[in-house]
């Protein structure tokens, strides 16, 4: 099954608190997760992805935490 690719760097820009996202999605604040072993630029592997991926039950939408991270370093 193909999933669909989806450029959300316009959306993640204008993001004041959370932008819902999906594990395909992907945009230009990509930084790849230290954690992870292997990597793709796609949001599942991002950084600022959050998918609850060190949980029990990690899920397939998730939320950007690019600009609460960004915010909080200014």
């Known amino acids: 099954m193909m999933r669909e690719l989806r450029v959300r760097t316009a959306e993640g820009k204008k993001a004041d608190d959370s932008l819902g996202i999906g594990r395909s999605d992907f945009c230009d604040a990509f930084e790849q997760d230290p954690d992870r072993l292997f ?3 796609e949001c599942w592997y991002c950084k600022y992805g959050d998918f609850g991926i060190l949980t029990e039950h990690p899920t397939q939408k998730g939320v950007c935490r690019y600009e609460t991270t960004m915010n909080d370093i200014s």
């Open 39 to 41: 990597s793709a630029r």
